[in-house]
């Protein structure tokens, strides 16, 4: 089945800079990559995602980009501010996610003042 | 409001006794998913729904069951057979097969001592 590895478990940055996560997945058949944000005690958000059709997606701050090649997508937040602090998860699957979808295990982000 | 709830948000059970973790939601999809969290990982697909009366295994199914009666519901049993039930349990929908997002719901964190 798919797995999916996601570096790193833990970022810290000064707000204001830029943040980037990155995720690799192992099945060249997948061709859904979402990307949800998790604060404590809450249930995952999602936050973008990106098809295989597709190699980059903006959505203001945030950014995601996919190449197929190396099978491996990541996640660029820009002018990090103190509510961008969460565990943020990747995500792959085939069928678009119908059968589920196989998380990374999550990068615990942390916006220092 | 549109949306998935999941009830009762925290559930303690004495080791032994079957479980019953309710989700509903009202964004009328037709697939529903259920996942479960360990502290520090990512989440595990347990049952997936597609359409009302018929469900399929996820990764990990031993020891859970569920049903899909109707559509806005999904309801999983945890039972006795599942040899560490503690976790956090996390509820997701999607519109089907033709859609990709999956939305979550709050979850419910189930400790059995």
């Known amino acids: 089945g798919e797995n999916v590895e996601q570096h790193p478990s833990t970022l810290s940055v000064q707000e204001g800079d830029s943040a980037v996560i990155k995720c690799t997945y192992s099945?060249?058949?997948?061709?859904?990559f979402p990307w949800y944000k998790q604060e404590l005690g809450k249930g995952p958000q999602l936050i973008i995602d990106i098809r295989s059709n597709v190699g980059e997606k903006k959505d203001q701050r945030i950014a995601v980009t996919l190449n197929k090649t190396a099978k491996h997508f990541s996640l660029h937040i820009t002018e990090t501010q103190p509510e961008d602090s969460a565990v943020y998860f990747c995500?792959?699957?085939?069928?678009?996610?119908?059968?589920?979808?196989?998380f990374g295990k999550g990068t615990h982000l942390i916006i220092q003042p | 409001d549109g949306g998935i709830t999941q009830s009762p948000k925290y559930l303690f059970r004495k080791e032994g006794q079957n479980v019953t973790l309710s989700c509903e939601q009202n964004?009328?999809?037709?697939?529903m998913y259920w996942y479960r969290q360990d502290p520090g990982q990512g989440l595990r697909l347990i049952y997936y729904?597609?359409?009302?009366?018929?469900?399929q295994k996820g990764d990990i199914a031993e020891g859970y069951s569920v049903s899909r009666e109707k559509k806005e519901s999904f309801p999983l049993t945890v039972t006795s057979a599942q040899k560490n039930p503690t976790a956090f349990y996390l509820c997701?929908?999607?519109?089907?097969?033709?859609?990709?997002?999956?939305?979550f719901g709050p979850g419910t964190r189930l400790t059995v001592t």
């Open positions: 099945d060249s058949a997948s061709n859904y």
């Open positions: 997701a929908s999607s519109i089907g097969r033709q859609g990709y997002e999956q939305y």
């Open positions: 729904s597609q359409i009302v009366n018929d469900f």
């Open positions: 964004l009328n999809h037709d697939a």
């Open positions: 995500a792959a699957s085939m069928g678009g996610g119908a059968d589920g979808l196989t």
